[in-house]
């Protein structure tokens, strides 16, 4: 049995005051969650929220890592960085970073190595854009994307870490993949991790479902054997709604 995990993505979005108050109005809502239950925020939100979620359960992620320790990397942050604040998730390689900041597999896979060193929990996000899907290459972009981030990675790493399939076309447009959808790309998401890692790996590993997911049809995708949980964007704003995704995901 795998523990589902909600992660919560809050983008570019919350001050520390408004992160204080969503935490704030969170942590109750969330206490008997069963699931593993995430909040990766921005980088100034980081030890404050670490703060915050002390003894609630809550665990607190960054939205990206450097794949260098330190240095001349004006804008980057550090793996020592983060740890010292109190991340202990990091997403890499959402398609917003690979859309409008270049991040490509080789940097997927450089930040990935560096989170692992770090003992950090990564969540790596791949998925196809709709001209992808509809092109019937999906399943070719989603190898590429898994075999490219895990170039290097040990077995023993790869089992710690997560996958996320976000279909580029879903993320903050309000589509979801269907529930077959969601739950056919992630099986084959697992095959091509059983052909890296063998049985024991991909029988193990986390793999979510991101885009658009929310309180209305977290159900039915919770519902299929393949998704282990969510990277909610948008819905992860609203201590209530995202809440709501927690609890079912806790059933
Ligand atoms: C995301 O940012 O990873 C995401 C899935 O966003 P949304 O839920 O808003 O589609």
Not at 104 to 109: E, F, G, L, P, R
Not at 238 to 247: G, Q, S
């Given at each position: 049995m795998r523990k589902p995990i909600i992660a919560g993505n809050w983008k570019m979005n919350k001050t520390a005051a408004e992160c204080r108050a969503l935490l704030t109005e969170l942590a109750p809502k969330?206490?008997?969650?069963?699931?593993?239950?995430?909040?990766?925020?921005?980088?100034?939100?980081?030890?404050?929220?670490?703060?915050?979620?002390?003894?609630?359960?809550?665990?607190?992620?960054?939205?990206?890592?450097?794949?260098?320790?330190?240095?001349a990397f004006t804008g980057e942050i550090s793996a020592a960085m983060l740890k010292e604040a109190?991340?202990?998730?990091?997403?890499?390689?959402?398609?917003?970073?690979?859309?409008?900041?270049?991040?490509?597999?080789?940097?997927?896979?450089s930040r990935l190595v560096r989170a692992l060193e770090h003992g950090f929990t990564p969540i790596v996000c791949v998925g196809e854009t709709l001209d992808e899907r509809e092109g019937g290459k999906t399943e070719n972009v989603c190898k590429t994307q898994v075999e490219g981030a895990f170039k290097g990675v040990s077995a023993d790493d790869a089992a710690k870490t997560v996958i996320a399939y976000e279909p580029v076309w879903a993320i903050g447009t309000g589509k979801t993949a269907t529930?077959?959808?969601?739950?056919?790309?992630?099986?084959?998401?697992?095959?091509?991790?059983?052909?890296?890692?063998?049985?024991?790996?991909?029988?193990?590993?986390?793999?979510?479902y991101g885009?658009?997911?929310?309180?209305?049809?977290?159900?039915?995708?919770?519902?299929?054997?393949?998704?282990?949980?969510?990277?909610?964007?948008?819905?992860?704003?609203?201590?209530?709604?995202?809440?709501?995704?927690?609890?079912?995901?806790?059933?």
């Open positions: 969330v206490k008997n969650a069963t699931c593993d239950v995430v909040v990766c925020v921005p980088f100034t939100d980081i030890a404050l929220a670490a703060e915050l979620c002390k003894g609630t359960g809550i665990a607190v992620g960054a939205q990206n890592i450097a794949w260098a320790e330190s240095g109190g991340a202990q998730y990091v997403i890499i390689g959402h398609s917003e970073r690979r859309q409008y900041f270049g991040e490509t597999d080789a940097t997927v896979n529930d077959d959808q969601a739950d056919e790309t992630i099986g084959y998401i697992r095959s091509v991790v059983r052909s890296l890692y063998g049985d024991a790996v991909a029988d193990g590993m986390r793999i979510q885009g658009s997911m929310n309180a209305k049809n977290v159900e039915g995708l919770m519902a299929k054997p393949q998704i282990d949980g969510g990277l909610i964007g948008g819905a992860s704003l609203k201590a209530e709604d995202f809440a709501y995704i927690v609890n079912s995901a806790s059933k």
